[in-house]
């Protein structure tokens, strides 16, 4: 069984709680926090302990909820070996799986309703990466830039 690690911050906490539930009967999910609603709770922490959970455990993936996604990606991308993505709707997230390969996503939970958030994110979790070699070179390049620049 896949195993999806998953965490947010104060902004994305209970959707979290609820997309735990609706996903955890069809994937192994494992919450990385927060356990209890802290409006102090700062989202590169809880993004940082996915994506190296991640990134640590080839073929594993990662769900980030804050409030628009976008910070919880850019923390989680600092972390070698993540390709971390936001997705607002499904073709999205079939998209940045199928022809980029990300293994974490960032969803906006001030931005999507909980049925969305559980459509866009098993449309992800399902997705398969193509192999198409344009892809994957495109990938290698991504990778190439993080160890001139890195």
């Known amino acids: 069984?896949?195993?999806?690690?998953?965490?947010?911050?104060?902004?994305?906490?209970?959707?979290k709680q609820e997309l735990t539930r609706e996903l955890g009967r069809e994937f192994?999910?494992?919450?990385?926090?927060p356990e209890q609603l802290n409006p102090e709770?700062?989202?590169?922490?809880?993004?940082?302990?996915?994506?190296?959970?991640?990134?640590?455990?080839?073929?594993?993936?990662?769900?980030?909820?804050c409030d628009s996604g976008q910070g919880m990606e850019i923390a989680a991308n600092k972390?070698?070996?993540?390709?971390?993505?936001?997705?607002?709707?499904?073709?999205?997230?079939?998209e940045t799986r199928h022809d980029n390969d990300s293994n974490v996503l960032s969803l906006p939970a001030a931005e999507l309703a909980l049925d969305a958030m559980v459509e866009i994110a098993r449309t992800w979790l399902t997705t398969s990466f193509s192999g198409a070699e344009r892809h994957q070179r495109r990938i290698e390049e991504i990778?190439?830039?993080?160890?001139?620049?890195?």
Do not use: C
């Open 1 to 15: 069984m896949l195993t999806v690690y998953i965490a947010s911050d104060h902004a994305g906490f209970v959707k």
């Open 28 to 33: 192994k999910l494992v919450d990385l926090g």
């Open 41 to 65: 709770d700062d989202y590169p922490v809880f993004a940082e302990r996915v994506a190296r959970a991640v990134a640590a455990e080839p073929g594993s993936m990662g769900l980030l909820i």
């Open 79 to 94: 972390i070698d070996g993540v390709r971390a993505a936001v997705a607002w709707n499904k073709h999205i997230a079939y």
């Open 143 to 150: 990778e190439q830039l993080e160890e001139d620049h890195g």
